[in-house]
Nanobody
């Protein structure tokens, strides 16, 4: 079984910063792409950023230049550094990962439980 656990959310003022972490644990053979999504109240879940196993990254236009995704493969952890936060960044942030649990199996996507980020004065 594989678990993804996010941490680092909280309340921050506009213009502030937060760093989210998402650690994968359990029976892991390999982790491929890792992603951050967010879901604001009344809205659909949307992709914020992803990072490949080789470190290639891509971002949604509305976070480019403000958010940075990174990963530590030795720790099976993905991070999201969020700077210059705006009220519209308020949402529950979820991570997911393409995980292969054994050499004989295909990868599948696992999700974390989410962490709340609230940007407000």
């Amino acid at each position: 079984q594989v678990q993804l656990v996010e941490s680092g959310g909280g309340l921050v003022q506009p213009g502030g910063s937060l760093r989210l972490s998402c650690a994968a644990s359990g029976s892991i053979f390999s982790i491929y792409a890792m992603r951050w999504y967010r879901q604001a109240p009344g809205k659909q879940r949307e992709l914020v950023a992803f990072i490949t196993s080789a470190g290639g990254t891509n971002y949604a236009d509305y976070v480019k230049g403000r958010f940075t995704i990174s990963r530590d493969n030795a720790k099976n952890t993905v991070y999201l550094q969020m700077n210059s936060l705006k009220s519209e960044d308020t949402a529950v942030y979820y991570c997911n990962a393409d995980v292969r649990v054994a050499v004989t199996t295909s990868s599948r996507i696992y999700w974390g439980q989410g962490t709340q980020v609230t940007v407000s004065s």
